[in-house]
């Protein structure tokens, strides 16, 4: 394992700093060094074709790949590569508090119902009381649009409402940021625009966003900044009208061309 | 004869569930009730044949009759065995699943040795081994004297032990695959919100692997209710032993294993229906009663 030292960052406004970050599996380079600042309420979409670390680098925040090289820090909470100890594992589940995580293909839990799902790690992870919880997750519920569906089991609702109840279940940690992998790629597409409605809401309240998708007039409209990964590294990154319009790279163009 | 009439209506519900979501057509439906007459000719034949084997070799029903409260005494023994067989082997399978799923040597190392030890020899050694051997153990002269109060069992705690442990073995492989059967994204969500290893496989893995382990938990449980007759064959005075000794000393011994044999189904029909029960409430949330309205 390669030691990379990270330089310290003194009282940073960067809520989510990424340096360096490597993953390889076995011989596989996934991400080639990575370095990605993201201040406070900014909205940055990553894209990129299938393979090129989008997703891996979102999981490597969180620590559900751990890295191979380089350091993670989340609202000043830095790790760094290393053997897993007890305090280690410690700093990663606090990391993984102030993250919320959306997956692509929702992973609610389907023995609970939408409220349950909601409240389950306020109540388990942070030891709230249910009453409490419930109160909070009645308005998570309303701010989603699924007051209805709160005793409703995940099996009974649409893909939509399914990511919309994930989403609501990441709030509830009341997270400092949110990392979205790729939320809308299992939906179809007339149930696309009710959870990006969702997230135009959340990032409206100023929620720090790391989105990784293909949805470019969501980008265009929501976000600050636009990343392009390809082979595991950025090639590419600026505010939308110029990645959208005028993209520099000949690659990001490429792919610009094929997916707009 | 009851008994037989409710499994067999209990097996055409199943196949009418099954033509009935392949579409409701009529002619279905009358092909279906079709079938359903012709079973019901198959069970009365069945029936029949047996019938006639009764009155064949005179078959003596008072006999049978007389001697079913004495046999039907041992039922509460039979069931003591099994309902402490299985949550002993329940408990014994969860820690071995959870053991063989571990990443620590030494849990898996002893997991492994116990199912591979258990499942290699036969039950009834196990028994044998219990009740006989371990005494024997306690009175080596090496042996301190407090062994003799933990080795020389009681026949009904050798009889829950035996059963439990060997049936433990074969059930933590059915545990192992229910947990494996919870998909990867499900401990990804948990631990995402911040739980620790534990609290994801308390509060999110093992009660969903319960809907999946269920349905063969029951299978091992009638199942262990007819094994549990090998305790009679150490003296233990359950359903079995009693047919056996009656029957035997009054050279009526198809009489009493009939009837013995009648008990034991009657017995699994009645835990199977509840099986049934308890798979449907660990159902929910799998099954979509009705659906989603936008």
Same mark, same amino acid.
């Given at each position: ?163 919309? !109840? ?29 959870? +990006? ?15 990784? *998708? ?8 929501? !976000? ?16 939308? *009208? ?13 792919? +610009?061309?094929?997916?707009? | ?22 579409? #409701? %057509? ?17 069970? $009365? ?31 509460? $023994? ?59 153990? %306690? ?28 049936? #433990?073995?074969?059930?933590? =492989? ?43 938990? #029951? ?30 000393? @009054? ?23 509840? @099986?049934?029960?308890? =798979?449907?409430?660990?159902?929910? #949330? ?9």
């Amino acid at each position: 394992m390669p030691a990379v030292t990270c330089e310290s960052s003194y009282m940073s406004t960067d809520v989510i700093r990424v340096e360096n970050l490597e993953k390889h599996f076995g011989h596989l380079e996934v991400l080639k060094g990575i370095t990605l600042n993201v201040p406070t309420g900014e909205v940055v979409v990553i894209f990129g074709r299938s393979g090129s670390g989008k997703s891996t680098m979102l999981r490597c925040i969180n620590f559900l790949e751990e890295p191979t090289g380089g350091c993670i820090e989340v609202d000043g909470t830095r790790m760094e590569v290393g053997v897993n100890t007890r305090a280690r594992k410690e700093t990663i589940r606090q990391i993984r508090m102030k993250a919320g995580m959306v997956f692509q293909d929702f992973n609610l839990f389907p023995h609970l119902t939408v409220m349950e799902n909601v409240i389950e790690a306020p109540v388990t992870v942070k030891g709230e009381s249910k009453a409490d919880a419930k109160k909070v997750c009645a308005e998570l519920l309303e701010k989603v649009g699924l007051s209805d569906k709160a005793d409703e089991y995940p099996i009974r609702l649409s893909g939509g409402q399914k990511q919309r !109840a994930a989403i609501a279940r990441a709030l509830a940690m009341r997270p400092k940021i949110m990392l979205f992998d790729e939320p809308t790629s299992a939906l179809d597409p007339e149930l696309i625009g009710e959870v +990006l409605e969702v997230m135009r809401d959340l990032a409206k309240e100023g929620m720090t966003m790391l989105v990784v *998708s293909h949805e470019m007039g969501f980008a265009r409209e929501v !976000a600050n900044r636009m990343c392009f990964f390809h082979e595991g590294k950025i090639i590419e990154e600026g505010p939308p *009208s110029q990645m959208i319009k005028g993209a520099r790279d000949e690659r990001t163009r490429r792919f +610009l061309e094929a997916v707009l | 004869m009851d008994v037989g009439a409710t499994h067999g209506e209990e097996g055409l519900g199943v196949k009418r569930a099954g033509r009935a979501q392949r579409g #409701g %057509a009529p002619d279905e439906h009358s092909e279906a009730t079709a079938f359903k007459r012709k079973l019901s000719l198959v069970y $009365l034949g069945i029936a029949a044949l047996l019938g006639l084997l009764f009155v064949w070799f005179q078959f003596d029903t008072a006999f049978m009759l007389e001697w079913l409260p004495y046999l039907l005494k041992g039922v509460p $023994l039979t069931l003591l065995i099994c309902f402490g067989g299985i949550a002993l082997a329940t408990v014994l399978a969860l820690l071995g699943a959870l053991g063989r799923l571990s990443s620590n040597a030494i849990p898996q190392g002893i997991a492994n040795f116990y199912v591979s030890f258990i499942r290699g020899t036969p039950l009834l050694v196990q028994l044998f081994f219990i009740f006989f051997a371990l005494p024997q153990l %306690a009175f080596k002269p090496s042996s301190p004297a407090f062994l003799e109060s933990i080795f020389v069992l009681q026949l009904t705690v050798a009889a829950i032990l035996a059963l439990g442990i060997n049936y #433990g073995a074969y059930m933590t =492989e059915i545990f192992r695959a229910g947990i494996q059967s919870i998909g990867h994204g499900q401990v990804e969500a948990a631990h995402a919100l911040g739980m620790t290893a534990s609290q994801s496989t308390r509060r999110i893995i093992l009660p969903q692997a319960v809907r999946v382990v269920v349905p063969p938990t #029951g299978n091992e449980f009638i199942a262990m209710l007819k094994d549990s007759s090998l305790v009679g064959v150490v003296g233990g005075q359950e359903l079995f032993f009693r047919a056996q000794t009656t029957g035997n000393a @009054q050279a009526h011994t198809f009489e009493t294993f009939a009837v013995a044999a009648m008990i034991y189904w009657f017995l699994t029909s009645v835990f199977s229906f509840f @099986q049934k029960r308890l =798979e449907n409430k660990v159902a929910r #949330g799998h099954v979509r009663e009705q659906l989603y309205v936008h």
